[in-house]
């Protein structure tokens, strides 16, 4: 006997076939927009169409609001998404994961997966963004030796802050071989230790001529500059993931320039101000040092009491004359019938005495050294106002005040003449 299905229980399948099919998880189609009006709901809904076939859409309300462009009929639009089934109306229906104007094509589909991909990953977060310095020495421009980038740049900072050195690390930017170069010339510049900011970019053009600089790599190796980098690519309407990635972002080289220099004679002005401050308190904080180490030094008691400095000499030699009459006696006793037989034991006497003369002038001399004991013989040290040393009564006038500094304390006196 044959059997027959439900319509529920056909649709039901149906609708498991839809859901199974591998080939129907990821589907990529072209069309026209038709028969779309904006509505309070979840989803909007729309037909996509070509010459020949129509087949119902759906798109989420939420990423219609965050489209770049405006959604409406008869726009033709490539499209990702997958196949549904609705059982209770046995309709196949598309559903959009992705969305953009057709003419635009599969870069930019894979630009803005990327993009996605990349700002999930929080490449582009504002807190990863360096500041740029204003006062800079040397710029390295990464771009084409042979482009208009260079020269604008170079004429710009001609004009601002000629002081400035630009030096160029030439590299492809586009085509074969240049996401490697762009990538190699950024790992170069960090190397060096003498460039204060990177400008990275090049001309307008098409989005296949930009390319190289939505690639990841490229995008990774701004990210990783220790320098700032300024990114300059293309035209003002033009954005490339390298200007995400970048540190400030340039409409034009000339503009990219600006940013690199000081904007006014008055910012030159107020850093160089800054910078003579700076230098300043570098200077009182190198002299308040000094001061408290000399101020340590003094206080040490060499200073306080002079005759300590040569205590230690002194008691040397004493111990070293001692040492040697004690090996000198040694010596006599042990050889005298030798000295004796040789006829050098006057000989070795007048040595030891004159080796015990040179003794006695040198610890004769410390002790002059010393000006307590000069003081104590009646003599003083005359000082001026500044403390200073006098040593001359042609440097003293009538109305100088000194001090006189005596063994047993010191005394206030004024020049009369």
Known sequence: MTE???VSTLTKYLKRKFDADPYLETVYLQGEVSNFRLGKYFNQYFNLKDESASINAQIPTRMLQSLNFTFEN????????????????????????????????????KLEELKKRLTAEGLFAPELKKPLPQFNHRIGVITASSGAVIHDIIRT????????????????????GSVEQLVARLQEVNAREDIDVIIIGRGGGSLEDLWSFNEE??????????????????????????????????????????????????????????????????????????????????????????????????????????????????????NRHRFERLDLLGQFDKLVQGRKSQFDTAYQKLLMLDTSKIQARGFAIVTDSGGK??????????????????ADGERKADIAN
């Not at 309709?91 to 635009?104: E, L, W």
């Not at 006098?390 to 005596?406: C, N, P, T």
Request: with cysteine; glycine share 6%; net charge positive.
């Open 4 to 6: 027959y299905l439900t």
């Open 74 to 109: 008869q726009l033709k639009v490539l499209c990702v998404g997958h196949m549904g089934y609705t059982a209770n109306r046995n309709q196949p229906f598309f559903m959009v994961d992705k969305i953009v104007p057709d003419g635009i094509g599969e870069l930019a589909l």
């Open 157 to 176: 900072v001609n004009i601002r802050f000629p002081m400035t050195d630009v030096v160029l690390f030439a590299s492809k930017v586009s085509g074969a």
């Open 217 to 334: 790599a490229v995008v990774r190796a701004i990210v990783a500059s220790q320098i700032p980098v300024i990114s300059s690519v293309g035209h003002e309407t033009d954005t490339t993931l390298a200007d995400f990635a970048a540190d400030a972002r340039a409409s034009t080289p000339t503009q990219a320039a600006e940013f690199a220099t000081p904007n006014t004679k008055a910012d030159l002005l107020g850093w160089l101000a800054e910078a003579e401050s700076r230098q300043r308190q570098a200077l009182s904080n190198l002299t308040g040092r000094l001061r408290k180490q000399l101020a340590a030094l003094t206080e040490r008691a060499v200073f306080k009491q002079p005759d300590r400095l040569y205590d230690g000499l002194a008691r040397r030699v004493d111990e070293a004359t001692r040492r040697l009459s004690d090996l000198t006696g040694r010596l006599l006793d042990a």
């Open 389 to 406: 040393i006098v040593k001359s009564s042609k440097s003293l006038k009538k109305g100088d005040q000194v001090a006189l500094k005596f």
